[in-house]
């Protein structure tokens, strides 16, 4: 918002520098979430590969999100593009 309001492009840049370390994170807490919470539901049944099946799930889940909020937001006139040829 800070960026939106002042038209500072160092927000964005730092905000760039720090997605990936975010991402990291972010991918060993849905990891250990899945152990924790999830395989607590089951306490007998054990998979080693449940935590990587509930990442790539939530990840695929957040990008068919973003890709619905993009159609949307486009179809709609709120997001340009950059010239790019829209097929929707």
């Known amino acids: 918002m800070r960026q939106d309001q002042n038209k500072d492009r160092d927000s964005g840049l730092r905000a760039r520098r720090f997605a990936p370390v975010f991402m990291v994170i972010f991918g060993i807490t849905i990891t250990v979430m899945a152990f924790d919470w999830i395989s607590s539901l089951e306490p007998e049944w054990y998979s080693d590969i449940f935590g990587v099946y ?11 999100a973003t890709t619905l909020a993009v159609l949307y937001l486009k179809n709609r006139g709120r997001l340009h593009g950059s010239g790019a040829r829209s097929y929707v």
Do not use: D, K, R, V
């Open 54 to 64: 509930l990442f790539a799930g939530s990840f695929l889940a957040g990008l068919a």
